[in-house]
């Protein structure tokens, strides 16, 4: 659970001002690039590949090819790569990042006060000398 959070962030400034965002993509493609975004906060990155984009997209069939095609262009420029197959969104991936580091640490003091809870509670014949 530590690397899926259960939320992500939003920054629209970040969404209004990107150039290409707003000049190159249509409302349909700003969905699916928002679809990207989600996919890349629960499993760090997003294919680069068409066909595997294609399959957590889900274009609607009503979509044009030429709207996708477009789209899968761009997918290395919203999404740089990181390897061959996968790109990430830095800044997405940099407080994604931090978020799980942060929940292990909560996660960690948590489990240490239960134990001491728990030994402080034991009768003083179990507790070990």
């Known amino acids: 659970m530590a690397d899926k959070l259960p939320w992500i962030p ?61 789209f899968v262009e761009l997918i290395p420029i919203l999404f740089p790569p990181i390897d061959e197959k996968h790109g990430v969104n830095a800044r ?7 978020h799980v580091g942060a929940y292990e640490v909560r996660v960690e003091k948590a489990r240490k006060a239960g134990l001491a809870s728990g030994q402080a509670r034991q009768p003083p014949q179990l507790k070990a000398s």
């Open 92 to 98: 997405l991936e940099e407080v994604r990042v931090k």
């Open 10 to 70: 939003w920054y629209h400034r970040d969404f209004i001002m990107d150039e290409i965002v707003q000049t190159q993509l249509d409302d349909a493609q700003k969905w699916w690039y928002l679809r990207l975004l989600s996919h890349q906060w629960d499993h760090r990155a997003v294919p680069l590949d068409g066909n595997q984009a294609m399959g957590i997209v889900s274009p609607h069939m009503l979509s044009t090819r030429k709207q996708w095609a477009r």
